[in-house]
Every structure is written in C-alpha cells, then in structure tokens.
C-alpha cells in the first residue's frame, strides 16, 4: 500500500501572522514549521503502511519547504516531492491544487491523505479540487480511518454526529485533527531523514506552463478591520465575578 | 449579472440557514438570482429560497445528491452550470458544500475562494488574522466566480416572491458514485444549540482540566437561554465533543453576551465568535489577545471567578 501526503509548511502558529508589502503572507521569518494539521496525515499514512509499502510527501512552497517536508520524512515517510518555483508566489487554491495534481501524478499511490485545511490559509478547498482534477473520489473530514480488503472506511464528521463512509481506492482522504496521536520523530529519525530522496521536478517537468499557474486572485486592497470600542479590564481583586454580574444584568440576559 | 446560491435542502442546518443569508444579500447586488439545492429535501427549499429572493430553483430531490460526497452534486450541478451560464455561485460554508465548491472549480477552471464575510459583482472580502485585518480580493478567470461565505455573514430578510422550481435530473455516471454515505449517527446535543442561545459560555485551556467544564454547565444553567461552548484545543484534547466546538472549524455564533472563559484567543477561535454583541473575557494572563475584544476584562483565576459569578448570577435573578 502506497500512501501519498500533502503536507504544507506554515508560519508557525504560535506566533502573530506578518503580511509582506504585497499582501501576501510573510513566510521568511525562519519561523516555519510543518502544518500542524499535516502531522495527522502523516501520522495516518505511516499507521497504514506498517504492514508495507511507502509514504510519500508532497508539498509546493518556497525552497524552505523543504525543512517540513524533511520533518515529515524525520517521523517515517520515505520520501519526498517538493515544487517550487518563482512563478508559484501568490498561487491560489486551484493552481496549488493543479501543480499538486500533477506532482502526484508522476507516482504510484492507493490513497492520498490531506488535512482538512491549513492552518494559515484555512480555505479547505485544494484536496477537493485535487481529487477531481486526478479524477479520483473523495473522503471528507475523517475523525476515523482504516482499510478493508481494499476498501476505505472513515467516520465523517457531520454538524450533529458523523456519517460512516466506504470508498474504493484510490482515493482522496482528509482528515481532522485527533485522528490520531502523532509520533515525535526519534533522533535516528531525524539523522534518517537527511539521506532520504526528496525529489525537486520544475514545473516544466510536470508539464504545466505559465497559463496552468497563473493565479485568478488579486488582493485589491488590505485594511484593519473596525476596531471593537474600547473595553474595560479590571484585574480581579474579588469582585470581577460581581462586575461580570451586573454587566449581564445590564445587557438584559439575565 | 447571474448570481446562483447553492442551497442546503436540510432545514434547521447551518448551511440552510445561510442560504437564506446569501439569497438576502444576493438580492441586493441587482442582477438575477437563482438557487440550485440538491439532495433530500430540495423541493421544500426551493419555496423558501423563493421566500427569500431566487426567481428560479433548480431543485433535486434524489438522495444520490447526499449520500455520495460531493462528487455527484458537482456532476449535475457542472451540467446545469454549462447550460446556463452564472456569473458567480455562492456556496454556504458547510461540510457538503465545501466539497461540491470545491470539486466544481476543477470541472470550470473557476476562481474559487473561501471564508468569504463579503461579496459583490467579481470581488469578494475575508477576514484574516482573527478578523483584525479586512482583505478585498477581486476574482478573475472564466466564470462562474466561486465563493464561499461563512454564516453569520449577512441577516436574512425574505422578499415575499415564489420561484419557479425546476427538477434536476438524478442521472449519475457511475465514476461520480463512490465515496458512499452507509450510515448516519446523529449525536443530539442535550438542551440548547449553540446557535441558538442568546448567551454562550465557551472554554478553553485556561480551565486547566476536563472535569471543569462542569462549572461552565452550572453557570450556563444560572443564566438561563444560555450554551457551552469550546476551543479547538480542549476538543483536539479529548476534554468536550466536536459538537460543542467555536471557531474556523467548529460552529460559528452570535451571541448577545460571549463568555470567554480560560480562553487565550487563537485566530482560529476568535473567527467563530467575533462577532458577538458583547464579549466578556476571563483570563489569568493580562496580555492574552482575547482581551483585545472584550468589553469586559477580568484578568483572574477563571476556578475561582467562574463558581463566585454562577452565585451573584442566581443572587440577581432572585
């Protein structure tokens, strides 16, 4: 079973977010990590491929990428696809989803595993658009999975419960954070990782031109929301709760 | 201009609520607008979406639209798309239509963007860094522009027109029925929605362990029409269920009074509840971003201020 994850690196999320004088998101500050999210993914993969065959990690990014995709290679993935290109500065989901598309194109899979969505971005939409340009079904927000003489089986998260879902493979899956518990990769790992292959087409190499990566997005324009008015903040000396009280009472809930 | 609104047949849902605000606000761009809504329930909807500003609906009832994920619904809904032309298609932001949008802007070549609060004739505004910053894009490429956009964004008023309905053929290739639906757990949660409640206490790490959420129980239960919430933090860590989750992933509310409680303000939670009336914020640690949009501040012990406030509360009310 060969198991492919896209995995994005993000600005690490426990610091506050930086645009860039164009708008887009500063991601150069040496502060990236993996996607939180995509440790899931991983997690998920390596889990699957116990009884045999690879992982493979698949990223678009900046050259710096390279450090998550080598995280994920650190915790057990074998080996590595990543694209980068000046030309894909600014790409908007459906061009990450075509360079993705064809990036894993030039493999041999069963599943490709996706986080639901990233954790800078959060627009949720390329492993959807990825699965239709591949032409392959997709498995939506899995809080559970496994195989199955051949078949996947997840429990999707709906509004008021989950639904149980069974998909032939290949497939796309994504999944929710608390799928799993990801390992933390062992120092042999890490020392591992360095010598895996990491595989860097151009985008030429995948067959796509300038017309397939051309962004249909534009900023227009970046503002400071409206600022809420100024609120009070009381250090509790023993009457915050009394303070909360009376507000309650005054905004008539209670 | 054509404006069409991908409706959710399911009444009482997040996304059927939010058609009706997109459909409100649709109305106000002055072009056509039409509806489609697919799966169990359309032809119901399809009044409503009337009600409230489409002039046509194209409606399917078949339960192939539901039980397989996204790829039929993005079958015929391509197909209605190539014969009518839209300029632009608003998806409500809910599991289903996340996954047709999605699947969609393949099949066209379509723009797609999501987490939309705003949207016009090719533009379309989203809140970034937990709403502290307004981004204004403008969509190119073929049409339809697709846009997705979260609840909440609009208040839904109905217009008083009906819509003529027009039936969706539920001829599926078989490639587009795969990923199958073979069973559904509902998981009702017990007493108010969250939604709903005109009061909602939420909590996060800062209330140091699970069994503390109970506090939250008692004082939600002392104010009455009132709902507990969570941060994605305690739910990843197994405290509470997904269902009472706030946040980017999660539910999004409105409540007239927010409660923060333990609650550090991470932009993924900030993005599901910022746009409450008023928020009131307890947290041990004076710096935490959530202080930057309360209008009531107590940095304090949230074990401590929680039970005292649960006691003035029933004090107040006598």
Known sequence: MNVIVCVKQVPDPNNPYELTGDHRLK????????????????????????????????????PQAMEAIRRALSMGAHKGVLVSDDSLVGADALVTAKVL??????????LIIAGVEST????????????????????????????????????????????????????????????????????????????????????????????????TQTIAKVEPAPARGAGEKVEDDGTGAAKIAAFLKEAKVI | MKVWVYGDPAPG??????????????????GDVEAVVLGPGATEAAKTCGEYGATKVFAGDDPVFSD??????????????????????????????????SRLSAKTGSTIMSNASEFGEGTAQTAIFGGAKIVDVALGGPDPKIVIVRPKSFEPEPAGGSAEVVAVSADIPDEAKKAKVTERHEQEAEGLKLEDATVVVSGG????????????????????????????????????????????????????????????????????????????AVNKDAEAPIFNLADLGVVGDALKVVPALTEEVKKLKG
């Open chain 1, 120 to 215: 800078d971005g959060y627009t949720g939409t390329v492993p959807g658009t990825l699965a239709e340009l591949l032409g392959l079904p997709q498995a939506t927000f899995a809080k559970e999975l496994d195989i199955k003489d051949g078949t996947l089986h997840i429990q999707r998260q709906t509004e008021n419960g989950y639904d149980d879902v069974e998909c032939p493979l290949p497939a796309v899956v994504t999944v929710t954070a608390g799928v799993n518990e990801p390992r933390y990769p062992t120092f042999k790992g890490i020392m591992q990782a360095k010598q895996k292959p990491v595989d860097q087409p151009s985008l030429s190499d995948l067959g796509l031109s300038g017309d397939d990566t051309a962004p």
């Open chain 1, 101 to 110: 598309a064809a990036a894993i194109g030039t493999q041999t899979y069963d």
């Open chain 2, 13 to 30: 849902s997040t996304g059927y609520k939010t058609t009706l605000e997109l459909l409100t606000k649709a109305r106000s761009l002055g």
């Open chain 2, 205 to 280: 790490r800062g209330l140091q362990q699970p069994d503390n959420f109970k506090l939250l129980d008692e004082l939600a239960a002392a104010i009455g029409n009132a709902a507990v919430g969570a941060t994605r933090a305690v739910v990843d860590a197994g405290w509470v269920p997904y269902a009472m989750q706030i946040g980017q992933t999660g539910k999004t509310v409105k409540p007239k009074v927010y409660l923060a409680i333990g609650i550090s303000g991470a932009t993924q939670h900030i993005v599901g509840m910022k746009s409450s009336d008023r928020i009131i």
């Open chain 2, 68 to 101: 397989y994920i996204g790829t039929a619904a993005a079958h015929a809904l391509h197909a209605l798309v190539q014969e009518h032309r839209p300029n632009m298609i608003l998806f409500p932001l809910s599991y289903d239509a996340r996954d047709v949008a």
């Open chain 1, 27 to 62: 991601r150069d500050g040496g502060q990236n990590v993996l996607d939180p999210g995509d440790e899931f993914g991983v997690e998920a993969a390596l889990k699957l491929t116990e009884a045999g065959g690879e992982v493979t990690v698949v990223s678009m990014g900046p």
